[in-house]
């Protein structure tokens, strides 16, 4: 009996993980940038006292339940012009690299803008930096982003942005991604233009009723499973 609630209770824990996952995604839907969460999960089957045993995770266990984990869809999102010559996208694969000034990080969120000091900086502050992982400089003037990252001022070639590969790359918030750089990507750089969320709100929408009809019923399994113990041990004291 207390095997079965255990394994009900992990169903229910693994359906308020992928809840946590998918009302983020939601949360993110109109993100710039911004790159949806995959939530995955299987069964294992602990083999103890089989005659035929088999590696088990948990070779003490008693029961089945669910494991789960996380990852990044990286596909490309919507791209849709602004004209607004700062407003940089990223056809192909590859990320921005920026930094706070304690770390840096990857996005994919190109809304960018010119520094007090003349640096290139995100909207949140962050300066891009270029392949040599420098912050680029912009003097005034009109600016031009080639395909390849070129930036060049009135003409002037000044910079290039870097556009980078990324290895286990994990969500921090929002748009921002860290992980592992892996070289140059080879991506192309599109001016005048943002990467939109590679969400579909109508999807997740389904993924979130879907997940906690779930839950609902792995919850109505504990409580009968409850009350069938207690049941069991009630009837077993009046036999007595």
Known sequence: MYKGIYVALSGALLKQRELDVVTNNLAN????????SLFSARLYQVTEGSPFPSPSLYPAGRGMSYLGSFSIDPS???????????DLAIRGEGFFRVSDGKGTYF???GQCEISPEGFLVTSSGM???????????????????????SISVD???????????????????????????????SGEVVQGALEFPNVSPVM?????????????????????????????????????
């Open 107 to 109: 996005t994919r969120n």
């Open 204 to 240: 997740e929408m389904v993924n979130v009723i879907r997940a906690l009809r779930e839950f609902d019923v792995a919850q109505r399994m504990i409580r009968s499973m409850d009350e069938l113990s207690h049941r069991a041990v009630s009837e077993i004291a009046r036999v007595r």
């Open 76 to 86: 490309e999102g919507p791209i849709r012009e602004t004209g607004n010559p700062l």
């Open 155 to 185: 003409g002037n070639l000044v910079g290039r942005i870097g556009i980078y590969r990324v290895e286990g790359i994990r969500h921090v918030r929002d748009s921002l991604f860290a992980g592992q750089e892996a070289g140059r990507a």
């Open 127 to 149: 300066r891009v930096l270029d392949e040599s992982g420098n912050p680029i400089s912009l003097p005034e003037g009109q600016v031009q982003v080639a395909p390849d990252g």
């Open 29 to 36: 839907a109109s993100t710039v940038g911004y790159k949806k």
